[in-house]
């Protein structure tokens, strides 16, 4: 079956380290999203990626990276620049031919 | 830019009463509109969407939408819920393709017996 598969669903970090959240898609899509989510505050995008090799900052991009090499991975990284990462991420893409946004089950971030 | 709110932060409705859940937005142009549905610890699965044409749309579920451009509003609808819906509604706007979503806070559906 087609979809977009992120890994790990929960993840646990020490504060001040880096850490890597995955983003597979095999629905050939050419866009891919990354949203944050906190409660009581809707989603709120920190990258976007039309085409491999090429990205866009969000709203919330600062003290988040990411690449896309391929263009089924679009992975992010949390830095420790980032001063509040706990959180709920969540992974979407979208084709030319349907706009609509399929999403990932998500990932649970805690840092501690 | 674009935006989108929905005024009603938690809703509890009866088991098989109506279900109306408000939306509004502001973009400059006609909207790509979404409605989202999420359980908790989940991703998003879409219920519904307008690109054009019909302005009362069908979604999966039983749900169903109206856009109306005079009150820039995309309000969600279904005429008697069951407990499974009980879950995170989000609606969102879109623009051209690649560009960013905009999501609205969500509402949240609570269901009793």
Known sequence: ?112 | AQSVTQPDIHITVSEGASLELRCNYSYGATPYLFWYVQSPGQGLQLLLKYFSGDTLVQGIKGFEAEFKRSQSSFNLRKPSVHWSDAAEYFCAVGADYGQNFVFGPGTRLSVLP
């Open chain 1, 1 to 112: 079956d087609g979809g977009i598969t992120q890994s790990p669903k929960y993840l646990f970090r020490k504060e001040g380290q880096n850490v890597t959240l995955s983003c597979e898609q095999n629905l050939n899509h050419d866009a891919m999203y990354w949203y944050r989510q906190d409660p009581g505050q809707g989603l709120r995008l920190i990258y976007y990626s039309q085409i491999v090799n090429d990205f866009q900052k969000g709203d919330i991009a600062e003290g988040y990276s990411v690449s896309r090499e391929k263009k089924e991975s679009f992975p992010l990284t949390v830095t420790s620049a980032q001063k509040n990462p706990t959180a709920f991420y969540l992974c979407a893409s979208t084709s030319r031919l349907n706009t609509e946004a399929f999403f990932g089950q998500g990932t649970r971030l805690t840092v501690v």
